[in-house]
């Protein structure tokens, strides 16, 4: 887990032409995205396409990385940030736990422009796995180079589950995709991109990374 600082990022929609300015607290993120390896030891499943214990795991849905969240955080003895009923669609977060969660989107974004300014924090052909260099599949995570703040992955290679919901009038319970996929073209690898999907969504370019809360203690 890397230490991300507190700041402030304006997050834009294309569909709707907004903007809007959110101030980040500092957390704490996954350097890379979870991977198959840590996957199958908490939770027994394989469920990828593709097969590799250092490639990031796809084909898991949201409520698949909420599950996760809770159980990586009981099995080290930390409070789970997630009640959640998932017959009911329902899952709420306890912002005072300590254990792992997903990014929202503002903290994604703020972690994925690590102070930089431009669409991407460095050349795409070195920091992300893309459809022009990726031979059209999954790469091993962290392979890429990193941005300024130590986090690999954040643009290409699979596409970051985050905590919120896209725009609950127009598209209901449909959660926010962050980043780009190994199987993106450039357009849509940058750190404003914003993908949406219903929550039961698998598909082989969609994972997720952990983040924790800085919680006083």
């Not at 809007?20 to 939770?43: C, I, K, N, R």
């Not at 849905?61 to 930390?78: H, K, Q, T, Y």
Request: some cysteine; aromatic content about 12%.
């Amino acid at each position: 887990m890397v230490a991300v600082p507190a700041g402030w990022v304006t997050l834009s929609d294309r569909r709707t032409k907004r903007r809007w300015t959110v101030d980040v607290a500092g957390f704490s993120l996954g350097a890379v995205p979870v991977t198959q390896a840590l996957y199958a030891e908490v939770t027994s499943l394989r469920p990828s396409a593709s097969d590799g214990d250092a490639l990031p795991v796809e084909c898991v849905s949201w409520w698949d990385a909420v599950r996760f969240c809770n159980a990586l955080s009981a099995r080290e003895g930390l409070t789970p940030a997630y009640d959640v009923d998932e017959a009911a669609e329902r899952a709420e977060w306890d912002a005072t736990a300590d254990g792992y969660r997903l990014p929202t989107e503002a903290e994604w974004e703020h972690a994925c422009r690590a102070g930089t300014t431009g669409p991407r924090y460095g050349a795409l052909d070195e920091i992300a796995w893309h459809r022009g260099n990726s031979d059209e599949r999954i790469h091993p995570a962290g392979t890429r180079a990193p941005n300024p703040w130590g986090l690999y992955d954040l643009i290409g290679n699979v596409w970051d589950w985050c905590w919120d919901v896209y725009d609950a009038q127009v598209y209901g319970t449909y959660r926010v995709l962050r980043g780009g996929g190994w199987f993106d073209e450039h357009w849509s690898c940058r750190a404003s991109v914003r993908r949406r999907s219903h929550p039961t969504y698998r598909v082989d370019d969609v994972g997720f990374r952990l983040a924790r809360s800085v919680v006083a203690g």
